[in-house]
């Protein structure tokens, strides 16, 4: 077995139903198995998805076991000879897969490897390459020098933004989103540390493989990250385990070489914490009362697609109320997606693409791409084998008549 993806799920199952779909076409010409891992979902995940992915092995959960073991879990059983850890809220491009797996072969020296991770906007996601947290990176990142000299070498250090985007680069930290790892680095490493509930474990695995004697790499394929869908990041409760495992991974790391440095540490980490919740509330509040930035009434569509796509969309539009413009293309009628002459004009806030008529490989292109209209607008995405339009903020499918 060559490759084995390992995902870990919980409560996402329409988003995991739609990464799993892209899967099924990136593992095209792999020898390639898929895990998922139900944490204990309420939301009907396995008896959702399992009939409809008979390929894919599942272990099911009778509660949440965390991010860190519910993976090991899989990586034990898993027998590939390499592990890529995969986040539910991703879709994978055609070619992705293939590309990583040859970049491993022909660098034996590489314990991990990420990619291009690109936001619902199609903007980068600078979490794609990153340093290790060291207590001088991490004040960096904490005090705003990170922010106010993104490209130097020694404050901006936590995101690498001096790095090309567009090459290849060993960077320190991979993102545990997307995940290529050696098994036999694992072996050498150790599986992801428990302690880590939620975040934090590929830091740490990132730092035990640099300490094995491996080297991390950054490669520009792209996916598309929804980012967190399966946490509710206003909530206190994600605030807490985020800032917990900093701590976690300073203690473990740097307690004993730093050892003056740690209540200076710990007051930094609780302080942004708190500052952090604060923000997200208020946040949370406005788009509660209707004056936020996640207001979606009124936000308006373009789909581009088939002709039987687009009646089929026409008709959940009007369920749904939503405002949307059609255009009937593919890649070869209309190969510009929504950067065509004819639609720069228009202000649109979310782009749909029929994915039976794009591939995924072509409509991250053209996400990437800066949109002649001015601004980005966010990505959906439409399948007739699903029958759902899905945005990062929202699921829509016909409404049952009665």
Known sequence: MKLSIVIVSYNVKHYLEQCLWSLRRACRGLDAEVWVVDNASTDGTVEYAKPRFPEVRWIENRENMGFSRANNMAICKAKGEYVLLLNPDTIVGEDVLAECVAFMDAHPDAGATGVAMLKDNG??????????????????????????????????????????????????????????????????????DEDFFMYGEDIDLSFRLLEAGYRNYYLPCRILHYKGESTQKSSFRYVHVFYKAMLIFFDKHYRHSHRWLAPFIRLAVVGRGLLDLCVRQRERLYALVGAGRNKEEGKS???????????????????????????????????????????SGRKTDYVVYDTDAYSYETIFRLMSCPNTGGGRPKFGTFSMRTGKLITLNGVYERQARA
């Open 123 to 192: 903007g980068f996601a600078w979490e794609s390459r990153r340093g290790l947290p060291t207590p001088f990176t991490s004040f960096c990142k904490m005090s705003g020098l990170c922010a106010l000299f993104p490209r130097s070498r020694v404050f901006g250090r936590y995101y690498m933004r001096y790095l090309d985007k567009e090459k290849p680069a060993r960077i320190e930290v991979v993102s545990g989103a997307f995940a290529l790892l050696r098994r036999s680095a694992l072996d050498k490493a150790g599986l992801l």
């Open 301 to 343: 569509y373009l789909f581009i697609g088939r002709e039987e796509a687009v009646e089929e969309v026409c008709r959940l539009a009007v369920d749904h109320r939503l405002r949307m413009d059609f255009v009937v293309g593919d890649e070869e009628r209309i190969p510009d997606g929504h950067l065509d002459v004819s639609l």
